[in-house]
């Protein structure tokens, strides 16, 4: 039995192995291919025999790249952005998880299921009303707006993801707060919340990187340089009339290094969170 | 240090009602468990009483203050939980000094107390480890160091031994109660294992369905149960009922269960008004001899259970059965015929209708 | 409950400082029985401030006749015009179709991927945490550098994919594979899902965690094989999290017409031309908002259909 | 449910749910005029092109300060929409001739009529030059420069076959299908059946004699010569097996790219991709150009503008000092430079810049025969929604020509119903 059962896993563990090796490849393969093609010149791009290796390691696309895209300005906006739909997802959305997570009160699976609701009205629409209420309000074209504008589709999910943290946190510990001499908000900030902190920042990372991406709402609601975000910077280097095949490459490159750089930072804690939570329902 | 009135505290969620009208009155240094199967309301009033629920309605007095509208924070009590709910990204130095921390106590003042109690509890030596690194009853030790640090009118205990292994759990019995006797502090301890509340508790309240069923001493507890349901909750192996009619044979009073006859002889019980009629007629296990007395009860031997100290033996008497704790060299075989004596002075009648004590 | 704490109960104030001091006026408030609500007040407020009107409008529009570039008719109340036209629409019927068969594709493959990767990765071998972060990375690619990545490497010219099979036999010729109705769909959906199935991969390495080791010990006593663990444990046990993930990944296959709109465009042929990429269209090239109301209230509808049926039917909610 | 659903109660029901505070994003400085200036320009020339033409605005004209804002051109009708809907417009917006219907029905345009009668350039444009941006006798924009519809072709495989460049769509067909050889992987024609080839469909449809929008005015189509323009245009792929058969999804970036690296022999395109062919390919050695071919009815060649349109009332004298810029030769020869797209001026044309080369020359002779696009509100929404959708499926093999004849003519009926 004992011999199967080292035999099976044997088995197991190998297949696993593959499987992994397998989608890891699958996975970064593509990255690679970018990564090389943002070193290639043009010819070695666009050319009737493929070149798997740039004959001439150029690194002018990088250097076209931040001429031409303002990338800095694009990269700043897009941190701005980020930061600021992180922050009101924070706040807003860190107590009304907590509230989800800790009370029973009426109505509280219909208020819950009616923050997944708004996620379900189709974006291509909100788009001009959102410009109404955005002008309205003196948000059009302002990294605020915009993170306001994220927030209406990254609050239901901020919120649902962390109520699964909290619920892991137990409640006594809140009894025990408020009886050694904190009010309910004392516990909450003292206790619960340094406790969930991992959840927090798993939470957030999801966050920030769907904000970090988006492109439809982006483009939408700024219209000048001075709030821009990166996406929308990268996507306009597509011009209907060239082929920056190169310098799109080293952009999508550029794109995505803030966010590995990010997640290999908080990956530990992350991971950590996010199995601390194991996310009841 | 201070006393404990409960008046008419009532609890309901929504229709359905937790707590009925609870009245607890606790002396001053009194150590009042309160004991019942899960479900029997017991958390919920230490909750009421710490001001972590809200009640439906009754007053909760602790010392001369009506603490009714006062937050926890407010009320100067402290509290232990099964979970000891130990603030896991502190120190045990700053989960003992929290509460002191939140009420602003000088540090250096601060310090003096946790270090005081943490040689209470012998626990020095863990003052600068995060909880996530104690054993069970490290904590244990830690969550008491948190409650006694704040010298409170009122220790609070929820089911702080539960979690505890079993010979742990037999030696923190023992640190509470020397806690208790040195500090003189008022205790509000809820478990569901009666030999806790034998042990520890001056005063037990015995609940179910959210109502107190008796509160007395543990002595009267055990000797007098108020009704069956104490009489079955309490003692281990559990008090036997043997279910008959009473009658009045010659100058003594007679159970008459089936073929069998139990003599009654010494009863403090007033039974005059049940005579003809059914009762219970509760005997605890240790109430059995071998041998002849004035009342004796004959069975076939059913099971012999050897525990070391005693030996269980389950009579079958007339259709029932019976257990009976004798002494360690008394094993007979199974399928004999076997007559044992009880101390019918022990014995406690109730009311089958009722399930009240006669 | 009809005892919760009045703000007039509150202790009186120790000094005139504490009286106004916002810190202790927030802690007396969190002692009310209200403070749940008011935790919640802050969020409720953005997201209606923010999706309540423009939802509405949606709606409103869809009953109104409103052409940009018709400006003569516009306003009126059509009532259900647009929906009649859209039952006689014959390339909204072709949009529907296809968006199931884009949705439903893309989520089998993404969450049985996805599921396998967090099998492996849970089985915590030696490297595993690396090849986590390798496997994870293409999550966190916008759409904008995923669909345009892929768009290069599966150039019918300059691709890179058809140079390697045709190079290991697998192809006889470069492939156009977005010019083929046979494969353009079948193509969008492996990028899709090669972007999106780390997600459930994430979800499901969390959900694993928290099932109890003893669960699958009492198994192999029982003499349970791996499948029969997975199906009478794993997957029950992690019915909530795969309902949420689902739920959330659909929404985002049903709105999003990001991936599409640079891979194909709904083409060739309106092959892949699905209910989004419709509405965007008929919004902004058309501009017939009304009628691209309408189907947005459709999908919104249907999404809604689908978020019901399916946590009646997977009985999520009876935990 | 009563409300009038125009743009002001759009604006009236947003400003009544919300505090209105209608601030534009931009404003002024205390000294300059400010305006804004949206456009589609993307690639590095066009950017350089721009920025030449604004280095030479800022130095005439310092008391005006213009601030451009790029917007990818696959969104470009997006983003205006929103702006005009939501009330916060470009001062000057870049308009292709295209969408100018569309934008003057939701009322995007304000009318220039007045001003560019009292503009002392005037004379240097042709009046055709403003028909696609007048309508009623008004007038909306001032062209900026010109899209010249054109094609290039394999002239060292050309002349290796003895062939010239063709003048007429049979020379063309039969160009294409001799030059076509599977086995080297060297195809006739790169048929642009993706993205942004919806044009071309219409061209052909027109070279056969079925014109989209009658001189009179009418809108309608003729079934059979629809018929046999598709047959004819798709039938280069599906018959003579000229074209490389990724036609289906091939944009812009396959054509060139598929012309670039010796795939195709001759492609459709207009003059502002020269720089991007002559970057890979010898001018005049390896490849020519030529003016689009003649049809069996007729010969279609468009000349596109980019008009500069003022589209906000503020500021609007600000942003015609820079709208008439555009006419200085000076700003022409400058961003022709940077650029190679064409001058809408007629005296900016006539520059020996452009007369003197030779590779120009079909782009010159074009200017003079070449026609704008039919125009009329719906006109690219149904050139890209329901034309490129029906050429893609004769493509493909899902429709014959007469099922796809029929598709762009419902689908015509209903964009301008």
């Not at chain 1, 800790?102 to 974006?123: H, I, K, Q, S």
């Not at chain 2, 004959?298 to 269980?312: A, F, L, N, W």
């Not at chain 3, 990028?191 to 009492?218: Q, R």
Request: glycine share 10%; aromatic share 10%; with cysteine.
């Amino acid at each position: 039995m004992a011999q199967t059962r080292t035999g099976s896993n044997l088995i197991w563990n190998i297949l696993s192995y593959a499987v992994l090796i397998v989608l890891a490849l699958l996975s970064i393969g593509p990255l690679l291919w970018m990564l090389l093609t943002s070193f290639k010149v043009d010819d070695d791009i666009v050319t009737r025999t493929m070149v798997y290796f740039p004959t001439r390691f150029t690194l002018e696309n990088y250097i076209k790249l931040w001429n031409q895209s303002g990338y800095p300005v694009l990269v700043i906006n897009s941190l701005v952005t980020t930061t600021l739909t992180v922050a009101i997802c924070l706040f807003t959305g860190t107590i009304a998880s907590y509230a989800f997570s800790r009370f029973n009160f009426p109505g509280r699976t219909p208020l819950m299921l009616g923050y997944l609701v708004v996620r379900m009205f189709p974006a291509v629409l909100m788009i001009i009303p959102l410009f109404i209420v955005m002008r309205n309000l003196g948000l059009f074209d302002t990294s605020l707006g915009l993170a306001v504008a994220y927030t209406s589709f990254l609050l239901p999910l901020f919120v649902w993801m962390l109520k699964g943290f909290f619920d892991a946190a137990p409640k006594e510990l809140e009894s025990a707060a408020r009886i050694d001499g904190s009010t309910r908000i004392g516990a909450m900030f003292r206790i619960v919340i340094p406790i969930a902190r991992n959840g927090l920042v798993a939470t957030c990372v999801f966050v920030a990187i769907a904000a970090w991406n988006e492109y439809l709402f982006a483009l939408m609601l700024t219209s000048s340089t001075g709030s821009r975000t990166w996406p929308v910077g990268l996507q306009l280097m597509v011009g209907e009339f060239q082929l920056p095949w190169g310098m799109l490459a080293a952009g999508g490159i550029i794109s995505i290094l803030p966010v590995i750089v990010l997640f290999a930072l908080v990956q530990r804690v992350m991971v950590a969170g996010i199995t601390a939570g194991a996310v009841k329902g | 240090m201070a006393t404990l009135s409960i008046k008419g505290v009532r609890k309901s969620f929504g229709a359905v009602e937790v707590l009925k009208t609870i009245d607890i009155e606790l002396e001053d240094g009194g150590f009042l468990v309160l004991l019942g199967p899960s479900g029997c309301g017991k958390s919920t009033l230490l909750s009421i009483i710490a001001g972590l629920e809200p009640s439906s309605g009754g007053d909760v007095i602790i010392g001369e203050r009506n603490v009714n509208d006062v937050h926890p924070k407010d009320r100067n009590i402290a509290m232990v939980f099964q979970s000891y709910a130990l603030y896991p990204t502190m120190p045990v130095r700053r989960n003992i000094g929290f509460g002191l921390e939140m009420r602003k106590v000088p540090a250096a003042e601060r310090d003096a107390a946790v270090q005081r109690a943490a040689e209470l509890l012998q626990i020095e030596h863990l003052l600068d480890r995060k909880p996530g690194q104690l054993s069970g009853g490290q904590r244990q030790r830690v969550a008491m160091g948190r409650a006694i640090v704040r010298d409170p009118d009122l220790f609070l205990f929820d089911e702080p031994l539960s979690n505890l292994d079993a010979k742990l759990r037999v030696e923190m019995r023992t640190e509470i109660k020397r806690l208790h006797d040195r500090l003189g502090t008022s205790i509000v301890y809820v478990t569901h294992d009666q030999i806790e509340a034998m042990t520890l508790g001056t005063k037990v309240a015995v609940m179910k369905g959210g109502v107190i069923q008796q509160i007395a001493d543990p002595q009267t507890i055990y000797e007098k149960p108020a009704n069956m349901f104490v009489a079955g909750f309490i003692g281990s192996p559990t008090m036997n009922f043997l279910s008959g009619t009473l009658e009045r044979s010659g100058g003594t009073i007679v159970l008459r269960h089936g073929e069998a006859l139990l003599a009654l002889p010494g009863l403090e019980q007033d039974v005059g008004a049940h005579i003809g009629k059914s009762v219970v007629a509760g005997i605890r296990p240790e109430t059995f001899h071998p041998g002849e007395g004035q009342g004796t009860l004959t069975g076939t031997v059913d099971v012999v259970e050897p525990t070391g100290p005693d030996t269980m033996v389950i009579l079958s008497i007339g259709g029932q059965l019976l257990t009976a704790r004798l002494g360690s060299r008394d094993r007979p075989k199974l399928g004999d015929t076997m007559t044992l004596a009880v101390d019918t002075a022990a014995i406690n009648l109730f009311d089958p209708d009722t399930g009240d004590r006669i | 409950m009809s005892r919760g704490r009045a703000m007039a109960a509150l202790p009186p104030p120790r000094s005139t400082w504490d009286a106004i001091n916002p810190l202790r006026l927030l802690g007396e408030l969190s002692e009310t029985r209200y403070w749940m609500y008011l935790l919640l007040l802050p969020s409720a407020l953005l997201i209606t401030a923010i999706v309540l009107f423009p939802t509405v409008y949606g709606f409103q529009l869809s009953f109104t006749e409103m052409r940009l570039n018709r400006p003569a008719g516009n306003g009126a109340f059509v009532g259900l015009k647009h929906y009649q036209r859209m039952l006689a629409d014959p390339i909204f019927w072709l949009s529907l179709r296809n968006t199931a068969v884009w949705v439903t594709f893309s989520i089998v493959i993404e969450f049985v991927v996805g599921l396998v990767a967090a099998l492996a990765l849970n089985r915590n071998l030696p490297g595993g945490k690396i090849l986590a972060v390798l496997i994870l990375v293409p999550y966190f690619l916008p759409n904008v550098v995923a669909g345009n990545m892929w768009a290069l490497m599966l150039d019918s010219r300059v691709g890179v994919i058809n140079d390697i099979l045709v190079r290991i036999g697998l192809l006889h010729e470069y492939k156009a594979w977005f010019a083929d109705p046979n494969t353009a769909m079948a193509t969008a959906i492996f990028v899709e899902a090669w972007h999106s199935f780390p997600f459930f991969t994430l979800l499901i390495m969390a959900g694993l965690k928290g099932i109890p080791a003893d669960l699958y010990k009492a198994a192999d006593i029982d003499g349970a094989g791996a499948f029969a663990q997975l199906r009478l444990i794993t997957l029950p046990m992690l019915r909530t999290i795969i309902a949420a993930a689902v739920i959330l990944r659909v929404i985002g296959l049903v709105n999003s017409p990001d991936l599409l709109l640079i891979l194909t465009q709904g083409g060739p042929g309106r092959s892949t031309q699905v209910l989004s990429l419709y509405a965007f269209q008929n919004a902004y090239s058309d501009f017939n908002f009304g009628y691209a109301g309408a189907l947005s209230v459709v999908m919104f509808v249907l999404l809604m259909l689908f978020a019901w049926a399916y946590i009646r039917l997977s009985k999520v909610n009876q935990d | 449910m009563t409300a009038k659903f125009d743009r002001r109660s759009v604006l009236k029901l947003g400003g009544g749910m919300l505090a209105a505070s209608a601030l534009l994003p931009h404003q002024a400085f205390a000294q300059q005029t400010a305006i804004n200036y949206w456009h589609t320009f993307t690639s590095q020339s066009e950017a350089a092109g721009l920025q030449a033409v604004l280095d030479l605005f800022k130095a005439a004209h310092p008391d005006v300060a213009v601030t451009p804002e790029n917007i990818p051109n696959p969104e470009f009708m997006a983003k205006i929409t929103a702006a005009v809907v939501g009330g916060s417009r470009p001062n000057v917006t870049m308009v292709s001739s295209e969408r100018f219907e569309d934008l003057l029905a939701m009322g995007a345009l304000s009318d220039m009529t007045d001003r560019i009668a009292g503009w002392e350039r005037r004379g240097d444009f042709d009046d055709k030059r403003f028909a696609s941006i007048t309508k009623d006798g008004k007038s909306y924009g001032v062209p900026g420069f010109t899209f010249v519809d054109w094609g290039y072709y394999r002239k060292d495989w050309f002349d290796e076959a003895g062939l010239a460049a063709p003048t007429t769509y049979d020379e063309f067909r039969d160009a294409a299908i001799k030059l076509t050889d599977a086995s080297k992987g060297r195809f006739g024609f790169g048929l642009r059946g993706g993205p942004g080839g919806q044009n071309f469909v219409v061209n052909v449809i027109e070279a056969f004699g079925s014109p989209v929008k009658k001189e009179d005015g009418t809108i309608g189509l003729d079934r059979d010569i629809v018929v046999k323009a598709l047959d004819w245009y798709a039938g280069l792929l599906v018959k003579d097996k000229a074209v490389p058969p990724s036609a289906a999804n091939d944009g812009f970036q396959q054509v060139i790219s598929g012309f670039q690296t010796g795939q195709t022999a001759m492609i459709w395109h207009h003059t502002g991709s020269y720089q991007d062919i002559a970057s890979k390919l010898k001018p005049g050695v390896e490849f020519g150009t030529f003016a689009m071919p003649a049809g069996p009815a007729t010969r279609v060649a468009r000349l596109a503008y980019a008009y500069n349109c003022i589209t906000n009332d503020e500021n609007a004298d600000a942003a015609w000092e820079w709208i008439k810029f555009w006419g200085e030769p000076d700003a022409a020869v400058a961003f022709l430079e940077k650029t190679g797209y064409m001058p809408a001026s007629t005296v900016a044309a006539q520059d020996q810049r452009i007369v003197g080369n030779p590779m120009y020359k079909a782009a010159a002779d074009t200017l003079g025969f070449g026609i704008p696009q039919p125009s009329f509100p719906g006109a690219a929404g149904w050139a890209q929604n329901t034309v490129l959708p029906a050429l893609q499926q004769i493509l493909i093999g899902q429709a014959t020509p007469d099922q796809a004849a029929d598709q762009i003519i419902e689908g015509l009926a209903a964009a301008i119903a």
